[in-house]
Protein backbone atom coordinates (compact mmCIF):
# COMPACT_ATOMS: atom_id res chain seq x y z
CA UNK A 1 0.00 0.00 0.00
CA UNK A 2 2.86 2.34 0.70
CA UNK A 3 4.26 1.63 -2.43
CA UNK A 4 1.31 3.15 -4.23
CA UNK A 5 0.71 5.88 -2.28
CA UNK A 6 4.77 7.09 -2.52
CA UNK A 7 4.21 6.00 -6.42
CA UNK A 8 1.25 9.03 -6.40
CA UNK A 9 2.95 11.78 -4.24
CA UNK A 10 6.36 11.40 -6.74
CA UNK A 11 3.89 11.39 -9.49
CA UNK A 12 2.57 14.82 -8.22
CA UNK A 13 5.53 16.15 -7.32
CA UNK A 14 6.32 15.63 -10.70
CA UNK A 15 4.13 17.04 -12.43
CA UNK A 16 4.53 20.03 -10.33
CA UNK A 17 7.60 20.79 -10.87
CA UNK A 18 6.67 20.14 -14.98
CA UNK A 19 9.53 17.08 -15.59
CA UNK A 20 10.87 17.82 -18.70
CA UNK A 21 10.72 14.43 -19.35
CA UNK A 22 6.86 13.69 -18.94
CA UNK A 23 6.02 16.96 -20.79
CA UNK A 24 8.15 15.92 -23.57
CA UNK A 25 6.86 12.46 -23.82
CA UNK A 26 2.96 13.66 -23.07
CA UNK A 27 3.38 16.02 -26.61
CA UNK A 28 4.96 13.23 -28.76
CA UNK A 29 2.33 11.00 -27.31
CA UNK A 30 -0.57 13.47 -28.35
CA UNK A 31 1.17 14.68 -31.84
CA UNK A 32 1.27 11.03 -32.03
CA UNK A 33 -2.05 9.65 -31.78
CA UNK A 34 -3.54 12.70 -32.62
CA UNK A 35 -2.04 12.28 -36.36
CA UNK A 36 -3.16 8.83 -36.26
CA UNK A 37 -6.44 9.41 -35.66
CA UNK A 38 -6.97 12.17 -37.86
CA UNK A 39 -5.60 10.01 -40.85
CA UNK A 40 -7.78 7.41 -39.30
CA UNK A 41 -10.72 10.34 -39.63
CA UNK A 42 -10.30 11.25 -43.52
CA UNK A 43 -10.05 7.49 -44.95
CA UNK A 44 -12.73 6.11 -42.53
CA UNK A 45 -15.43 8.64 -42.74
CA UNK A 46 -15.82 8.40 -46.24
CA UNK A 47 -15.23 4.63 -47.09
CA UNK A 48 -17.36 4.27 -43.92
CA UNK A 49 -19.68 5.79 -46.11
CA UNK A 50 -19.52 4.31 -49.12
CA UNK A 51 -19.96 1.02 -47.66
CA UNK A 52 -23.24 2.12 -46.23
CA UNK A 53 -24.30 3.70 -48.97
CA UNK A 54 -23.07 2.01 -51.91
CA UNK A 55 -23.70 -2.07 -52.50
CA UNK A 56 -21.14 -3.72 -54.86
CA UNK A 57 -19.32 -6.99 -55.38
CA UNK A 58 -16.54 -7.65 -51.96
CA UNK A 59 -18.50 -4.93 -49.69
CA UNK A 60 -19.14 -8.12 -47.82
CA UNK A 61 -15.83 -9.18 -47.37
CA UNK A 62 -14.70 -5.74 -46.93
CA UNK A 63 -17.38 -5.27 -44.01
CA UNK A 64 -15.94 -8.45 -42.37
CA UNK A 65 -12.46 -7.36 -42.69
CA UNK A 66 -13.47 -4.06 -40.79
CA UNK A 67 -15.28 -5.88 -38.36
CA UNK A 68 -12.38 -8.01 -37.78
CA UNK A 69 -9.82 -5.29 -37.76
CA UNK A 70 -12.20 -3.64 -34.60
CA UNK A 71 -10.99 -6.40 -32.29
CA UNK A 72 -7.20 -7.06 -34.25
CA UNK A 73 -4.58 -7.87 -31.14
CA UNK A 74 -2.12 -4.41 -31.72
CA UNK A 75 1.13 -7.01 -31.34
CA UNK A 76 -0.24 -8.82 -34.69
CA UNK A 77 -0.61 -4.85 -36.17
CA UNK A 78 2.69 -4.06 -35.04
CA UNK A 79 4.12 -7.38 -36.37
CA UNK A 80 2.61 -6.73 -39.89
CA UNK A 81 4.00 -2.97 -40.09
CA UNK A 82 7.60 -4.13 -38.60
CA UNK A 83 7.75 -6.73 -41.07
CA UNK A 84 6.82 -4.38 -44.10
CA UNK A 85 9.07 -1.37 -42.63
CA UNK A 86 11.98 -3.71 -41.58
CA UNK A 87 15.11 -2.79 -43.13
CA UNK A 88 15.16 -6.27 -45.35
CA UNK A 89 11.12 -6.11 -45.88
CA UNK A 90 9.42 -4.43 -48.65
CA UNK A 91 8.77 -0.90 -47.86
CA UNK A 92 12.62 -0.93 -45.08
CA UNK A 93 14.06 1.57 -48.25
CA UNK A 94 11.95 4.25 -46.83
CA UNK A 95 14.13 3.54 -43.19
CA UNK A 96 10.83 4.29 -41.12
CA UNK A 97 11.33 1.51 -38.66
CA UNK A 98 11.67 2.97 -34.83
CA UNK A 99 10.69 6.46 -36.43
CA UNK A 100 7.44 8.33 -34.84
CA UNK A 101 6.04 8.10 -38.58
CA UNK A 102 6.35 4.15 -38.19
CA UNK A 103 3.81 4.68 -34.71
CA UNK A 104 1.72 6.47 -36.57
CA UNK A 105 1.08 4.04 -39.19
CA UNK A 106 0.67 1.33 -36.68
CA UNK A 107 -1.74 3.41 -34.27
CA UNK A 108 -3.50 4.60 -37.74
CA UNK A 109 -4.46 0.21 -38.67
CA UNK A 110 -5.49 0.58 -35.72
CA UNK A 111 -7.99 3.06 -34.89
CA UNK A 112 -9.00 3.06 -38.84
CA UNK A 113 -11.29 -0.44 -38.38
CA UNK A 114 -12.79 1.48 -35.64
CA UNK A 115 -13.65 4.39 -37.67
CA UNK A 116 -14.62 2.82 -40.52
CA UNK A 117 -16.63 0.46 -38.16
CA UNK A 118 -18.15 2.94 -36.14
CA UNK A 119 -19.11 5.21 -39.28
CA UNK A 120 -20.31 2.72 -41.71
CA UNK A 121 -23.18 1.91 -38.55
CA UNK A 122 -24.59 5.38 -38.19
CA UNK A 123 -24.48 6.51 -41.75
CA UNK A 124 -26.61 3.28 -42.21
CA UNK A 125 -28.86 4.17 -39.25
CA UNK A 126 -29.75 7.17 -41.11
CA UNK A 127 -33.53 7.10 -42.50
CA UNK A 128 -32.55 6.45 -46.47
CA UNK A 129 -35.21 8.70 -47.46
CA UNK A 130 -33.82 11.88 -45.80
CA UNK A 131 -30.40 11.03 -47.83
CA UNK A 132 -32.90 10.92 -51.31
CA UNK A 133 -34.21 13.96 -49.62
CA UNK A 134 -30.60 15.40 -49.75
CA UNK A 135 -30.53 14.50 -53.55
CA UNK A 136 -34.03 16.07 -54.30
CA UNK A 137 -32.86 19.45 -52.59
CA UNK A 138 -30.03 19.97 -55.07
CA UNK A 139 -26.87 18.77 -53.30
CA UNK A 140 -24.02 17.46 -54.88
CA UNK A 141 -21.72 14.20 -53.92
CA UNK A 142 -19.36 16.36 -51.53
CA UNK A 143 -22.22 18.35 -50.30
CA UNK A 144 -24.41 14.81 -49.22
CA UNK A 145 -21.16 13.71 -47.23
CA UNK A 146 -21.08 16.74 -45.71
CA UNK A 147 -25.13 16.53 -44.73
CA UNK A 148 -24.71 12.77 -43.73
CA UNK A 149 -21.70 13.85 -41.52
CA UNK A 150 -23.98 16.22 -39.88
CA UNK A 151 -26.56 14.51 -39.68
CA UNK A 152 -24.92 11.09 -38.02
CA UNK A 153 -22.00 13.67 -35.72
CA UNK A 154 -23.05 11.66 -32.23
CA UNK A 155 -22.12 8.38 -34.11
CA UNK A 156 -19.16 10.24 -35.44
CA UNK A 157 -17.59 11.68 -32.44
CA UNK A 158 -18.16 8.05 -31.03
CA UNK A 159 -16.08 6.89 -33.91
CA UNK A 160 -13.45 9.60 -33.21
CA UNK A 161 -13.31 8.65 -29.26
CA UNK A 162 -13.29 4.82 -30.33
CA UNK A 163 -10.20 5.81 -32.60
CA UNK A 164 -8.33 7.92 -30.56
CA UNK A 165 -8.61 5.52 -27.53
CA UNK A 166 -7.43 2.61 -29.43
CA UNK A 167 -4.51 5.02 -30.98
CA UNK A 168 -3.46 6.47 -27.76
CA UNK A 169 -4.05 3.37 -25.40
CA UNK A 170 -1.64 0.78 -27.30
CA UNK A 171 1.56 -0.20 -26.20
CA UNK A 172 2.74 -3.57 -28.00
CA UNK A 173 2.32 -1.84 -31.76
CA UNK A 174 4.69 1.43 -30.85
CA UNK A 175 7.09 -0.72 -29.17
CA UNK A 176 7.64 -2.70 -31.97
CA UNK A 177 7.99 -0.67 -34.54
CA UNK A 178 9.11 2.49 -32.39
CA UNK A 179 11.55 0.88 -30.48
CA UNK A 180 10.87 3.00 -27.15
CA UNK A 181 13.37 5.21 -28.04
CA UNK A 182 14.42 7.82 -25.48
CA UNK A 183 13.86 11.15 -27.04
CA UNK A 184 12.97 10.06 -30.35
CA UNK A 185 9.95 7.26 -30.08
CA UNK A 186 8.89 7.02 -26.30
CA UNK A 187 5.46 7.66 -25.81
CA UNK A 188 3.28 7.41 -22.43
CA UNK A 189 2.40 3.65 -22.94
CA UNK A 190 5.85 2.26 -23.95
CA UNK A 191 7.45 4.46 -20.82
CA UNK A 192 5.24 2.98 -18.17
CA UNK A 193 6.29 -0.44 -19.64
CA UNK A 194 9.60 0.87 -19.36
CA UNK A 195 9.32 2.30 -15.89
CA UNK A 196 7.56 -0.41 -14.32
CA UNK A 197 9.86 -3.19 -15.85
CA UNK A 198 13.24 -0.73 -13.75
CA UNK A 199 10.76 -1.07 -10.51
CA UNK A 200 10.14 3.33 -10.98
CA UNK A 201 7.09 3.17 -10.06
CA UNK A 202 6.38 6.56 -9.08
CA UNK A 203 7.67 7.09 -12.39
CA UNK A 204 5.23 4.80 -14.06
CA UNK A 205 2.26 5.86 -11.60
CA UNK A 206 3.24 9.44 -13.05
CA UNK A 207 2.98 8.37 -16.35
CA UNK A 208 -0.38 6.70 -15.99
CA UNK A 209 -1.82 9.14 -14.56
CA UNK A 210 -0.78 11.73 -17.43
CA UNK A 211 -2.32 8.95 -20.09
CA UNK A 212 -5.28 8.67 -17.87
CA UNK A 213 -5.74 12.53 -17.13
CA UNK A 214 -5.34 12.83 -21.03
CA UNK A 215 -7.35 10.35 -22.21
CA UNK A 216 -10.04 11.53 -19.68
CA UNK A 217 -9.60 15.31 -20.69
CA UNK A 218 -9.95 14.79 -25.02
CA UNK A 219 -13.22 12.56 -24.49
CA UNK A 220 -14.57 14.98 -22.13
CA UNK A 221 -13.63 17.27 -24.94
CA UNK A 222 -15.37 15.34 -27.35
CA UNK A 223 -18.40 14.45 -25.25
CA UNK A 224 -19.46 18.08 -24.64
CA UNK A 225 -19.51 18.85 -28.48
CA UNK A 226 -21.45 14.93 -28.52
CA UNK A 227 -24.54 15.98 -26.56
CA UNK A 228 -24.02 19.40 -27.30
CA UNK A 229 -27.54 20.93 -28.57
CA UNK A 230 -27.37 22.32 -32.24
CA UNK A 231 -29.29 25.49 -32.24
CA UNK A 232 -28.55 27.53 -35.34
CA UNK B 1 -54.53 22.01 -71.80
CA UNK B 2 -51.61 19.70 -72.51
CA UNK B 3 -50.65 21.11 -75.98
CA UNK B 4 -46.91 20.77 -76.34
CA UNK B 5 -46.48 24.61 -77.02
CA UNK B 6 -46.98 24.26 -73.14
CA UNK B 7 -45.39 21.10 -72.05
CA UNK B 8 -43.10 21.44 -69.52
CA UNK B 9 -42.10 17.73 -68.43
CA UNK B 10 -41.84 14.89 -70.95
CA UNK B 11 -41.58 11.51 -70.42
CA UNK B 12 -41.25 9.34 -73.63
CA UNK B 13 -40.81 5.71 -73.62
CA UNK B 14 -40.36 5.35 -70.09
CA UNK B 15 -39.18 1.64 -68.64
CA UNK B 16 -38.38 0.62 -65.12
CA UNK B 17 -37.60 -2.15 -63.95
CA UNK B 18 -37.17 -4.46 -60.69
CA UNK B 19 -35.99 -7.12 -60.50
CA UNK B 20 -36.36 -8.11 -64.37
CA UNK B 21 -40.17 -7.00 -63.97
CA UNK B 22 -41.43 -3.88 -65.84
CA UNK B 23 -43.02 -1.60 -62.50
CA UNK B 24 -43.52 1.45 -64.62
CA UNK B 25 -44.05 1.49 -68.66
CA UNK B 26 -44.99 4.53 -70.18
CA UNK B 27 -44.82 5.82 -73.51
CA UNK B 28 -45.42 9.07 -73.60
CA UNK B 29 -46.43 11.73 -70.85
CA UNK B 30 -46.46 15.30 -71.16
CA UNK B 31 -46.64 17.47 -68.00
CA UNK B 32 -48.16 21.03 -68.64
CA UNK B 33 -46.21 23.82 -66.79
CA UNK B 34 -47.42 26.06 -64.29
CA UNK B 35 -50.18 23.87 -63.42
CA UNK B 36 -50.95 21.04 -60.96
CA UNK B 37 -50.80 17.38 -62.45
CA UNK B 38 -51.90 14.55 -59.46
CA UNK B 39 -51.16 11.11 -60.05
CA UNK B 40 -53.62 9.15 -58.66
CA UNK B 41 -53.77 4.87 -58.83
CA UNK B 42 -54.19 1.98 -56.57
CA UNK B 43 -51.32 1.34 -54.24
CA UNK B 44 -48.29 -0.27 -56.16
CA UNK B 45 -49.46 1.06 -59.47
CA UNK B 46 -45.81 2.71 -60.01
CA UNK B 47 -46.87 6.36 -58.54
CA UNK B 48 -43.85 7.09 -56.39
CA UNK B 49 -41.92 4.67 -59.41
CA UNK B 50 -42.29 7.47 -61.68
CA UNK B 51 -42.27 10.71 -59.28
CA UNK B 52 -38.56 8.93 -58.01
CA UNK B 53 -37.92 8.90 -61.29
CA UNK B 54 -38.53 12.33 -62.29
CA UNK B 55 -36.08 13.22 -59.20
CA UNK B 56 -33.97 11.37 -61.22
CA UNK B 57 -33.32 9.09 -58.46
CA UNK B 58 -34.14 5.89 -60.07
CA UNK B 59 -32.56 5.14 -63.47
CA UNK B 60 -35.15 3.81 -66.35
CA UNK B 61 -33.89 0.48 -68.16
CA UNK B 62 -35.03 2.77 -71.26
CA UNK B 63 -36.33 5.90 -72.45
CA UNK B 64 -36.27 10.15 -71.81
CA UNK B 65 -37.31 12.06 -68.93
CA UNK B 66 -36.46 15.79 -70.89
CA UNK B 67 -36.95 19.30 -69.01
CA UNK B 68 -37.89 21.85 -71.43
CA UNK B 69 -37.19 19.83 -73.56
CA UNK B 70 -33.56 18.99 -72.39
CA UNK B 71 -32.79 15.24 -71.34
CA UNK B 72 -32.80 15.73 -67.25
CA UNK B 73 -30.08 13.39 -66.72
CA UNK B 74 -27.64 15.01 -68.94
CA UNK B 75 -26.80 17.06 -65.60
CA UNK B 76 -28.40 15.53 -62.21
CA UNK B 77 -27.32 17.99 -59.91
CA UNK B 78 -28.52 21.11 -62.57
CA UNK B 79 -31.70 19.28 -62.87
CA UNK B 80 -32.34 18.57 -59.36
CA UNK B 81 -31.45 22.47 -58.93
CA UNK B 82 -34.57 23.36 -60.82
CA UNK B 83 -36.35 21.66 -58.95
CA UNK B 84 -37.66 20.50 -55.25
CA UNK B 85 -39.55 17.66 -53.45
CA UNK B 86 -41.64 17.17 -50.62
CA UNK B 87 -42.89 13.51 -49.19
CA UNK B 88 -45.67 11.92 -46.34
CA UNK B 89 -42.43 12.05 -43.93
CA UNK B 90 -41.30 15.62 -43.60
CA UNK B 91 -37.35 14.30 -43.58
CA UNK B 92 -36.05 17.17 -41.98
CA UNK B 93 -32.45 17.62 -40.73
CA UNK B 94 -30.82 17.48 -37.13
CA UNK B 95 -30.88 21.61 -37.32
CA UNK B 96 -33.84 24.41 -36.60
CA UNK B 97 -36.45 25.06 -38.26
CA UNK B 98 -34.96 28.09 -40.13
CA UNK B 99 -31.60 26.38 -41.46
CA UNK B 100 -33.77 23.50 -42.93
CA UNK B 101 -35.88 26.25 -45.07
CA UNK B 102 -32.24 27.58 -45.73
CA UNK B 103 -30.83 24.70 -46.83
CA UNK B 104 -31.57 24.03 -50.35
CA UNK B 105 -30.60 27.84 -51.14
CA UNK B 106 -27.04 27.44 -49.10
CA UNK B 107 -26.89 23.73 -51.35
CA UNK B 108 -26.92 26.00 -54.42
CA UNK B 109 -24.00 28.39 -52.97
CA UNK B 110 -27.13 31.62 -52.24
CA UNK B 111 -25.54 34.47 -49.37
CA UNK B 112 -26.37 34.66 -45.88
CA UNK B 113 -28.65 37.25 -46.38
CA UNK B 114 -30.42 36.49 -49.06
CA UNK B 115 -31.04 32.84 -47.78
CA UNK B 116 -32.18 34.36 -44.60
CA UNK B 117 -34.83 36.17 -46.59
CA UNK B 118 -36.24 33.72 -48.58
CA UNK B 119 -36.53 31.40 -45.29
CA UNK B 120 -38.34 34.45 -43.79
CA UNK B 121 -40.80 35.15 -46.62
CA UNK B 122 -42.00 31.13 -46.97
CA UNK B 123 -41.93 30.48 -42.99
CA UNK B 124 -44.64 33.69 -42.84
CA UNK B 125 -46.61 32.15 -45.78
CA UNK B 126 -47.06 28.65 -44.91
CA UNK B 127 -47.88 30.84 -40.91
CA UNK B 128 -45.28 29.41 -39.05
CA UNK B 129 -42.39 32.21 -38.73
CA UNK B 130 -42.57 31.42 -34.57
CA UNK B 131 -40.80 28.02 -35.09
CA UNK B 132 -38.31 29.51 -37.27
CA UNK B 133 -35.74 28.96 -34.13
CA UNK B 134 -37.12 25.72 -32.68
CA UNK B 135 -35.56 22.84 -33.27
CA UNK B 136 -36.99 20.77 -36.42
CA UNK B 137 -37.18 17.79 -33.47
CA UNK B 138 -39.44 19.46 -31.48
CA UNK B 139 -42.39 19.75 -33.88
CA UNK B 140 -46.01 18.34 -34.64
CA UNK B 141 -46.35 16.71 -37.63
CA UNK B 142 -48.08 19.07 -39.12
CA UNK B 143 -45.87 21.71 -38.14
CA UNK B 144 -43.21 19.68 -39.62
CA UNK B 145 -44.71 18.94 -42.59
CA UNK B 146 -45.03 22.83 -43.02
CA UNK B 147 -41.71 23.39 -42.75
CA UNK B 148 -41.18 20.69 -45.38
CA UNK B 149 -43.16 22.88 -47.47
CA UNK B 150 -41.96 26.31 -47.12
CA UNK B 151 -38.15 24.28 -48.01
CA UNK B 152 -39.77 23.07 -51.04
CA UNK B 153 -41.09 26.45 -52.13
CA UNK B 154 -37.72 28.27 -50.74
CA UNK B 155 -35.35 27.79 -53.47
CA UNK B 156 -38.66 29.09 -55.92
CA UNK B 157 -38.27 25.91 -57.85
CA UNK B 158 -39.84 25.28 -61.37
CA UNK B 159 -41.05 22.23 -60.74
CA UNK B 160 -42.30 20.93 -57.54
CA UNK B 161 -42.09 17.12 -56.92
CA UNK B 162 -44.95 15.85 -54.07
CA UNK B 163 -45.07 12.39 -53.28
CA UNK B 164 -48.80 12.28 -50.63
CA UNK B 165 -47.59 15.15 -48.36
CA UNK B 166 -50.52 15.47 -46.71
CA UNK B 167 -51.45 11.87 -45.76
CA UNK B 168 -49.23 11.63 -42.76
CA UNK B 169 -50.72 14.54 -41.05
CA UNK B 170 -54.32 14.77 -38.91
CA UNK B 171 -57.68 15.41 -40.60
CA UNK B 172 -58.07 19.01 -39.41
CA UNK B 173 -54.47 19.84 -39.57
CA UNK B 174 -54.41 18.59 -43.35
CA UNK B 175 -57.75 20.47 -43.92
CA UNK B 176 -56.16 24.09 -43.06
CA UNK B 177 -52.07 23.20 -44.49
CA UNK B 178 -54.09 22.25 -47.92
CA UNK B 179 -55.99 25.33 -47.84
CA UNK B 180 -52.93 27.32 -47.22
CA UNK B 181 -51.38 25.30 -50.00
CA UNK B 182 -53.62 25.43 -52.83
CA UNK B 183 -53.58 29.42 -52.62
CA UNK B 184 -49.54 29.47 -52.36
CA UNK B 185 -48.81 27.13 -55.44
CA UNK B 186 -51.89 28.98 -57.59
CA UNK B 187 -49.72 32.01 -56.95
CA UNK B 188 -46.34 31.06 -57.21
CA UNK B 189 -47.75 28.78 -60.11
CA UNK B 190 -44.25 26.26 -60.13
CA UNK B 191 -45.04 22.91 -62.71
CA UNK B 192 -46.45 20.50 -59.77
CA UNK B 193 -46.46 17.03 -59.93
CA UNK B 194 -48.60 15.37 -57.04
CA UNK B 195 -48.81 11.50 -55.95
CA UNK B 196 -51.88 11.29 -54.42
CA UNK B 197 -54.36 8.31 -53.22
CA UNK B 198 -56.98 10.91 -51.68
CA UNK B 199 -59.75 11.73 -54.27
CA UNK B 200 -60.52 15.11 -52.38
CA UNK B 201 -57.93 16.28 -52.84
CA UNK B 202 -56.97 15.32 -56.51
CA UNK B 203 -60.16 17.28 -57.10
CA UNK B 204 -59.29 20.15 -55.46
CA UNK B 205 -55.76 21.16 -55.88
CA UNK B 206 -55.43 18.91 -59.49
CA UNK B 207 -55.54 21.21 -63.00
CA UNK B 208 -54.57 17.83 -64.70
CA UNK B 209 -54.60 14.15 -63.35
CA UNK B 210 -52.77 11.01 -64.54
CA UNK B 211 -53.93 7.93 -63.68
CA UNK B 212 -51.49 4.66 -63.18
CA UNK B 213 -52.50 1.35 -62.35
CA UNK B 214 -50.36 -1.46 -63.16
CA UNK B 215 -47.35 0.87 -64.15
CA UNK B 216 -49.20 2.38 -66.97
CA UNK B 217 -51.20 5.30 -67.87
CA UNK B 218 -54.96 4.24 -67.97
CA UNK B 219 -56.79 7.46 -68.74
CA UNK B 220 -55.37 11.69 -68.76
CA UNK B 221 -57.98 13.98 -67.78
CA UNK B 222 -59.38 16.99 -65.67
CA UNK B 223 -59.67 15.21 -62.34
CA UNK B 224 -63.24 15.49 -62.53
CA UNK B 225 -63.50 13.67 -65.60
CA UNK B 226 -61.61 10.92 -64.54
CA UNK B 227 -63.88 10.67 -61.63
CA UNK B 228 -66.86 11.35 -63.07
CA UNK B 229 -65.73 9.61 -66.32
CA UNK B 230 -63.57 6.55 -66.24
CA UNK B 231 -62.03 5.27 -69.47
CA UNK B 232 -62.85 1.71 -68.51
CA UNK B 233 -63.94 -0.82 -65.86
CA UNK B 234 -60.41 -0.65 -63.79
CA UNK B 235 -60.50 2.69 -63.90
CA UNK B 236 -64.37 2.85 -63.14
CA UNK B 237 -63.38 0.43 -59.75
CA UNK B 238 -59.93 2.80 -58.60
CA UNK B 239 -62.29 5.79 -58.48
CA UNK B 240 -64.78 4.37 -56.85
CA UNK B 241 -67.62 3.98 -59.65
CA UNK B 242 -69.50 0.96 -57.41
CA UNK B 243 -72.23 0.59 -60.41
CA UNK B 244 -70.34 -0.96 -63.34
CA UNK B 245 -73.16 -2.70 -65.29
CA UNK B 246 -72.65 -4.29 -68.71
CA UNK B 247 -75.25 -3.39 -70.89
CA UNK B 248 -76.38 -2.80 -74.60
CA UNK B 249 -77.53 0.45 -76.41
CA UNK B 250 -81.17 -0.16 -77.33
CA UNK B 251 -82.28 3.08 -78.70
CA UNK B 252 -80.99 6.87 -79.26
CA UNK B 253 -79.42 7.36 -75.41
CA UNK B 254 -81.09 4.53 -74.33
CA UNK B 255 -79.63 1.37 -73.08
CA UNK B 256 -80.38 -1.53 -71.22
CA UNK B 257 -78.85 -3.57 -68.05
CA UNK B 258 -80.27 -6.31 -66.15
CA UNK B 259 -83.94 -5.62 -67.70
CA UNK B 260 -83.96 -1.64 -66.62
CA UNK B 261 -84.29 0.88 -69.16
CA UNK B 262 -81.43 3.56 -68.48
CA UNK B 263 -81.02 7.10 -70.44
CA UNK B 264 -78.05 8.80 -70.92
CA UNK B 265 -76.71 12.03 -72.14
CA UNK B 266 -73.56 10.95 -72.66
CA UNK B 267 -71.89 10.53 -76.24
CA UNK B 268 -74.01 7.98 -77.84
CA UNK B 269 -72.23 4.82 -79.28
CA UNK B 270 -73.72 2.02 -82.11
CA UNK B 271 -77.00 0.89 -82.17
CA UNK B 272 -77.19 -2.81 -80.27
CA UNK B 273 -73.04 -2.39 -78.84
CA UNK B 274 -72.37 -3.69 -75.49
CA UNK B 275 -71.32 -1.03 -73.06
CA UNK B 276 -70.56 -0.56 -69.36
CA UNK B 277 -73.01 1.46 -67.92
CA UNK B 278 -71.26 3.40 -64.42
CA UNK B 279 -72.92 5.43 -61.86
CA UNK B 280 -71.17 7.19 -58.82
CA UNK B 281 -73.35 5.38 -55.50
CA UNK B 282 -73.37 8.94 -54.18
CA UNK B 283 -75.44 9.69 -57.33
CA UNK B 284 -78.31 7.67 -56.97
CA UNK B 285 -81.13 9.25 -55.31
CA UNK B 286 -83.29 6.76 -53.45
CA UNK B 287 -87.35 8.02 -53.07
CA UNK B 288 -90.55 6.90 -51.89
CA UNK B 289 -92.53 9.22 -54.72
CA UNK B 290 -91.95 8.98 -58.49
CA UNK B 291 -90.75 11.86 -60.53
CA UNK B 292 -91.29 11.99 -64.52
CA UNK B 293 -87.38 13.16 -64.94
CA UNK B 294 -84.86 10.72 -65.12
CA UNK B 295 -84.05 7.26 -64.71
CA UNK B 296 -86.07 5.73 -62.49
CA UNK B 297 -86.81 1.79 -61.18
CA UNK B 298 -88.10 0.03 -58.16
CA UNK B 299 -85.40 -2.03 -55.99
CA UNK B 300 -85.43 -4.13 -52.97
CA UNK B 301 -82.81 -2.89 -49.98
CA UNK B 302 -80.66 -6.05 -49.64
CA UNK B 303 -77.87 -4.93 -46.80
CA UNK B 304 -77.48 -1.71 -45.00
CA UNK B 305 -74.19 -0.10 -44.07
CA UNK B 306 -73.43 2.99 -42.12
CA UNK B 307 -70.09 4.79 -43.42
CA UNK B 308 -70.26 7.93 -41.20
CA UNK B 309 -71.90 10.87 -42.73
CA UNK B 310 -73.62 8.42 -45.44
CA UNK B 311 -75.44 5.32 -45.40
CA UNK B 312 -74.52 2.63 -47.81
CA UNK B 313 -77.18 0.58 -49.54
CA UNK B 314 -77.31 -2.51 -51.41
CA UNK B 315 -80.49 -3.05 -53.37
CA UNK B 316 -81.65 -5.65 -56.28
CA UNK B 317 -83.94 -4.20 -58.92
CA UNK B 318 -84.80 -7.17 -61.27
CA UNK B 319 -81.45 -8.54 -62.47
CA UNK B 320 -79.73 -5.54 -61.30
CA UNK B 321 -77.67 -4.72 -58.41
CA UNK B 322 -77.29 -1.66 -57.29
CA UNK B 323 -74.98 0.85 -53.97
CA UNK B 324 -76.19 3.96 -53.37
CA UNK B 325 -74.66 6.75 -51.00
CA UNK B 326 -77.65 8.04 -48.92
CA UNK B 327 -76.73 11.03 -46.56
CA UNK B 328 -77.92 10.07 -42.92
CA UNK B 329 -80.76 12.27 -42.29
CA UNK B 330 -82.46 11.07 -46.08
CA UNK B 331 -81.71 7.52 -44.83
CA UNK B 332 -83.53 8.13 -41.80
CA UNK B 333 -86.52 10.18 -43.13
CA UNK B 334 -86.97 6.95 -45.82
CA UNK B 335 -87.24 4.75 -43.03
CA UNK B 336 -85.98 2.01 -45.42
CA UNK B 337 -84.95 -1.47 -43.66
CA UNK B 338 -83.78 -4.29 -45.33
CA UNK B 339 -86.14 -6.12 -47.54
CA UNK B 340 -88.19 -2.50 -48.27
CA UNK B 341 -88.89 -1.29 -51.38
CA UNK B 342 -87.99 1.66 -52.72
CA UNK B 343 -87.51 4.05 -56.14
CA UNK B 344 -84.35 4.38 -57.45
CA UNK B 345 -83.47 7.64 -59.24
CA UNK B 346 -80.40 8.33 -61.48
CA UNK B 347 -80.35 11.20 -63.75
CA UNK B 348 -79.20 10.43 -67.10
CA UNK B 349 -76.27 13.57 -67.01
CA UNK B 350 -75.01 10.99 -64.21
CA UNK B 351 -75.16 7.81 -65.95
CA UNK B 352 -71.75 7.54 -67.60
CA UNK B 353 -71.00 5.22 -70.54
CA UNK B 354 -68.04 2.90 -71.47
CA UNK B 355 -68.26 1.88 -74.90
CA UNK B 356 -66.50 -1.57 -74.88
CA UNK B 357 -66.02 -4.55 -77.76
CA UNK B 358 -68.25 -7.55 -77.85
Not at chain 2, 85 to 98: C, D, G, I, K, R
Not at chain 2, 100 to 112: K, Y
Not at chain 2, 339 to 344: C, L, N, Q, Y
Request: charged share 20%; with cysteine.
Amino acid sequence: MELIWDGIREAARLWWAGDAEIIEITLRTLAISSAATAIALLIGIPLGAVLALRRFWGRGLIVAAVNTGMGMPPVVVGLIVALILWRTGPLGDLNLIYTPTAMVVAQLLLSLPLVVGFSLASIQSVNPRLIGQMWAMGANRLQVLWLLIRETRLGLLAAVMAGFGAAISEVGASMQVGGNLAGETRVLTTATVLETGRGNFEVAIALSLVLVVLAFLVNLVLTGVQQRRFVS
Amino acid sequence: MNSPSDTHLQVRDLIIQRGGVNVLKIDALDLPRGLVTVIIGPNGSGKSTLLAALQLVLHPSRGTLTLDGQPMDADPVKTRRRMSAAFQEPLLLSMSVQANVELPLRLRGVDRQARRESAEHWLERFGITELARRHARQLSGGEAQRVSLARAFASQPEVLLLDEPFAGVDAPTREGLIEDFAEIVSEARPTTVLVTHDRDEALRLGDYAVLLIGGRVRQTAAPADIFERPADRAVAEFVGMENVWEGRRSESGVYRAGGVRLASTARSIALGAPALLCVRPERITLTHTTDSAGNEFRAVVRAIRPRGPVVRAELTSSRLELTADVPVTVWHDLGLTIGDEAIARIAPADLHVIEVSD
